[in-house]
């Protein structure tokens, strides 16, 4: 079947910190992956994706690529800031004559000033 | 806006009360998806509709709760005699479906059930 895993949070860090929120997956074909992130208050948005394997996909300084020898997509950030803490979500899609999208627990992350 | 809109975006019922939501999602968008987030908690998938196809309810938490999309456009969730174990955010989302896989989302119907 096809399933998310992601790093269970809360993930607290300090400002200026370096971020990664791990991810694994567990697919049938060749799935897209995807984060999604949930800023207090706000609904759910894309943060990045890629959709191949070695592709890179990158947004506001995160950063994550597909590993298709570790079925892995962790998400990283060099520097965290505050306005970074949300909930980050790990997300594949296949093709089953439609996309479907299967999303991870979520992880929280809090940055301190 | 384009965006996907919900309605109501809150709701309080008592319970043994039915309550329906309604999602419209973005115009020509053949994908849409119904999710459940219970406080501090994840996307809890509750069911898919592609196109013309037969719905995938699979996530659907017992019999109290359907789904329908009328004209492949709004799609409305009804949970039947409501549980105080309903309340949570429920949120869709919708995509292109089969030429794009990238989900988006509307604000929620956040849903108290007393």
């Known amino acids: 079947g096809n399933s998310v895993t992601q790093m269970e949070g809360p993930v607290t860090l300090s400002e200026e910190a370096f971020l990664t929120i791990n991810c694994t997956y567990t697919?049938?074909?060749?799935?897209?992956l995807f984060w999604y992130v949930q800023y207090p208050g706000e609904g759910l948005q894309l943060l990045l994706k890629?959709?191949?394997?070695?592709d890179k996909g990158s947004n506001k300084g995160f950063e994550a690529t597909y590993r298709k020898e570790t079925t892995s997509f962790h998400l990283e950030k060099g520097s965290v800031q505050v306005s970074d803490s949300a909930v980050y979500f790990c997300?594949?899609?296949?093709?089953?004559?439609?996309?479907?999208?299967?999303f991870g627990a979520g992880t929280r992350l809090f940055v301190k000033a | 806006g384009a965006g996907v809109s919900q309605s109501p975006s809150n709701k309080v019922t008592e319970k043994g009360k039915d309550v329906e939501l309604r999602c419209d999602p973005i115009?020509?968008?053949?994908?849409l998806y119904w999710y459940r987030q219970s406080l501090g908690q994840g996307l809890e998938f509750l069911i898919y509709?592609?196109?013309?196809?037969?719905?995938?309810k699979s996530g659907l938490p017992s019999d109290r709760f359907s789904a329908e999309r009328t004209g492949g456009s709004v799609s409305t969730l009804t949970i039947q005699r409501t549980q105080q174990e309903d309340s949570a955010v429920y949120l869709c989302?919708?995509?292109?479906?089969?030429?794009?896989?990238?989900?988006?989302f509307g604000p929620g119907t956040r849903l108290l059930v007393l």
């Open positions: 115009s020509g968008h053949t994908a």
């Open positions: 509709f592609q196109g013309n196809s037969a719905p995938d």
């Open positions: 997300a594949l899609s296949v093709n089953t004559g439609g996309f479907k999208t299967i």
């Open positions: 890629a959709t191949k394997a070695d």
């Open positions: 697919a049938t074909g060749y799935p897209s």
């Open positions: 989302a919708s995509s292109l479906g089969q030429t794009q896989e990238t989900q988006y």
